[in-house]
């Protein structure tokens, strides 16, 4: 017979629901299944304390490792009484706390009370990442991604609902979120990222890693955006962390708290980084160069973050088209801004820009370049306001020419004649589009050799920029890809004036780059593979999936730049990615992106 409990029995359970452990407060998901109740003779040791409040390991931990055995007790009032190493109970409310509604949530205990001190200078010993078998997922953040973190559409549940049991062996926001609270040491600490202003740096440690670069980086790739490293935030001790450090530096083994911060896992370290080695040699120059002939005309390609005549980095990124380009033939530029740079005064040329750019590569004993871009309507292009930021060419005269100069203006569609000619040479694909909407229009050019003979086109792209994502450790899943329905939209519309020129002339040379603001394993730039016919320069060239990226982003090393050539350009087409910005500390960089140089053969 089944025996039910008494009315007394039930009674003495509510009642010792109270009474409960830090596993249990944590349960083995994402939300607290004691959010919002309040709790008592929670006990556990003092492991590390800040400004607010103070985290507690369980003395009665449990033998699962989806639940965390530490939890942040919030409120000053406790920090004060408080010692690292009190074994302590206390009562408090269970809490959900996010600063953002994209976050996600931390447990925590509010408003601690009848704080006992029950021993004091105890034995506080941090775990270790990577010792033990405990070491964090590789490639997967949540079981709510659908295989991929970029798989569409984005925000299809939210972490915080949904909130899934852990799998903290399969997924990575599941291990760190089953550590959450934990005092946990790093070792063989390398920066797989450079730090920000406030010196927030994402690192690796001893731990098993996929994707790792020639650098001491980690590179995403396909279905792996490595969510086995985590940023080191602010330190505790409220010392300042490095803001010089960059990409592959050591540092020595670093202890503090994971929590989430700003949308992501953090590790709060107990006290400021400190740096042992550096990786810090300097990208060297390409070695693709142009012999002026047909048959070794190199392409360049560079966002130069809004890039205007009064740029600081003026003699810089000259510095680098001159002398690590090498003086491209061409070189596809993004984020030229106009003669007034972000002034908004409805100034759109931008020829002052170029010919200062022209000038400063001459002077950095580059070629003598010429340059060619469409002036847009005034603030239509998206990006930093006033700036009219467009994509040009810069070309070198001696080498090449536009074929049958007659440029379009800012409303004109250029097309493609019967005899394969632009009907406006260069001139803007589609650019009343709506796709195009506050965003830059792509630049069509058809070039010949000096002796005619030899012609071939480029179109220079800049996307709709990926701003509005959210993070790829937050609550929406999969994260929030901001505007990738634009991108696709965009990449349909280059990817049909390309067939279109292929139809014409099936064996024509087209070079297709620029900035995509994608990677070339999400849908808007497969959608321009499949579609334009074109092959990825990466895949023709060789370059190992390691080694591709021209962007340093949180913990990725990633591409979105790309170069897409058509099938009459592939034979002994090479590229080279040149990291003069990401292989730099944040004060060093010239612009966001690394440039990108190409060279082929378009002898007829
Ligand atoms: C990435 O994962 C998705 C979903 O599981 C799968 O469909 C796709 O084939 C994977 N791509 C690669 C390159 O492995
Ligand atoms: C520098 O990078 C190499 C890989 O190229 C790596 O083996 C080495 O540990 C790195 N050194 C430092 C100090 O990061
Ligand atoms: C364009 O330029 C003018 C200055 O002539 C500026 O005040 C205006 O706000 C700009 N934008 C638009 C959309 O007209
Ligand atoms: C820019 O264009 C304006 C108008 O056509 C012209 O007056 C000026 O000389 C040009 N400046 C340069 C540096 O080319
Ligand atoms: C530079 O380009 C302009 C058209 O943009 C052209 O008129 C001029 O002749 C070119 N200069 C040289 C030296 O090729
Ligand atoms: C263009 O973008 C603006 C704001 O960026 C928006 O208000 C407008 O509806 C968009 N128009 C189209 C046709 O998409």
């Not at 970029?150 to 925000?155: A, V």
């Not at 205007?308 to 491209?328: C, F, R, V």
């Not at 195009?436 to 000096?450: F, G, H, M, V």
């Not at 334009?532 to 370059?543: F, K, N, P």
């Amino acid at each position: 017979m089944r025996a039910f409990p008494s009315l007394c029995a039930a009674a003495l359970l509510l009642q010792s629901a109270l009474a409960v452990t830090i596993p249990e407060i944590n349960g083995d998901r994402y939300i607290s299944p004691y959010k919002g109740k309040s709790v008592s003779g929670v006990k556990g040791l003092v492991t590390a304390k800040g400004s607010s409040g103070f985290y507690l390991r369980s003395t009665d931990a449990d033998s699962d490792d989806r639940t965390s055995n530490s939890v942040y007790i919030y409120g000053s009032r406790g920090v004060s009484q408080v010692a690292v190493g009190d074994i302590i109970t206390l009562s408090g409310k269970v809490a959900e706390y996010r600063s953002s509604s994209s976050y996600v949530y931390s447990t925590e205990i509010e408003s601690p009370s009848d704080i006992t001190i029950l021993s004091s200078g105890n034995d506080v010993t941090p775990i270790v990442i990577g010792q033990d078998d405990l070491d964090p997922p590789t490639e997967q953040y949540s079981s709510l991604d659908d295989g991929d973190v970029f798989s569409l559409p984005g925000d299809s549940s939210l972490l915080s609902t949904t909130n899934p049991v852990l799998e903290p062996t399969e997924y990575g926001m599941d291990f760190w979120q089953s550590l959450s609270g934990e005092l946990a040491t790093l070792t063989g600490v390398t920066a797989v990222g450079k730090a920000n202003k406030y010196g927030d740096t994402w690192v690796t440690g001893n731990w098993p890693v996929t994707g790792r670069n020639d650098r001491g980086g980690l590179t995403m790739r396909a279905n792996d955006s490595n969510p086995e490293s985590i940023v080191i935030g602010s330190p505790l001790d409220g010392s300042d962390n490095p803001t010089d450090t960059k990409l592959g530096d050591t540092f020595d083994d670093i202890t503090g708290i994971i929590t989430q911060a700003y949308g992501f896992y953090t590790l709060l370290p107990l006290t400021a980084l400190s740096r042992t080695g550096s990786n810090a040699t300097e990208a060297a120059a390409t070695t693709l160069t142009s012999d002026g002939t047909c048959s070794a005309i190199t392409i360049g390609d560079y966002n130069v973050d809004n890039f205007s005549p009064e740029s600081t980095t003026m003699s810089g990124i000259a510095d680098h088209i001159a002398n690590y380009l090498k003086s491209p033939t061409i070189v596809f530029l993004q984020e030229i801004q106009d003669n007034s740079g972000p002034t908004d005064n409805g100034v759109v040329s931008a020829n002052v820009t170029l010919s200062k750019l022209a000038s400063a590569i001459k002077e950095q004993g580059g070629v003598e370049y010429n340059y060619t871009d469409i002036d847009p309507i005034n603030d239509t292009n998206g990006g930093e306001h006033g700036g009219n930021i467009r994509v040009a060419y810069l070309y070198d005269p001696s080498v090449v020419r536009l074929r049958n100069y007659h440029p379009g203006s800012s409303t004109d569609a250029t097309e493609v004649l019967a005899g394969g000619g632009l009907s406006y040479n260069p001139g803007l694909i589609d650019p009343s589009n709506a796709a195009w909407n506050d965003s830059r229009k792509p630049l069509a050019a058809e070039w010949e050799t000096l002796d005619g003979k030899n012609s071939f086109y480029t179109i220079n792209v800049h996307f709709t920029s990926k701003y509005d994502s959210t993070s790829l450790e937050g609550d929406p899943r999969p994260p929030v890809n901001g505007w990738v329905e634009n991108r696709v939209e965009q990449a349909k519309v280059v990817a049909k004036f390309v067939t279109s020129i292929l139809s014409v002339k099936s064996d024509a040379k087209i070079v297709t780059a620029g900035d995509f603001n994608e990677y070339a394993f999400v849908e808007p730039v497969e959608v321009f593979a499949s579609k334009s016919t074109l092959q990825d320069l990466e895949e023709v060239a060789g370059i190992p999936a390691t080694e591709r990226y021209t962007y340093l982003y949180n913990q990725n090393c990633e591409s979105l730049d790309h170069m897409f050539i058509s099938s009459a350009l592939t034979s002994g087409a090479k590229m080279e990615h040149i990291h003069v910005n990401t292989w730099v500390s944040t004060a060093e960089e010239m612009s966001d992106h690394d440039p990108t140089v190409a060279l082929l053969n378009v002898c007829e």
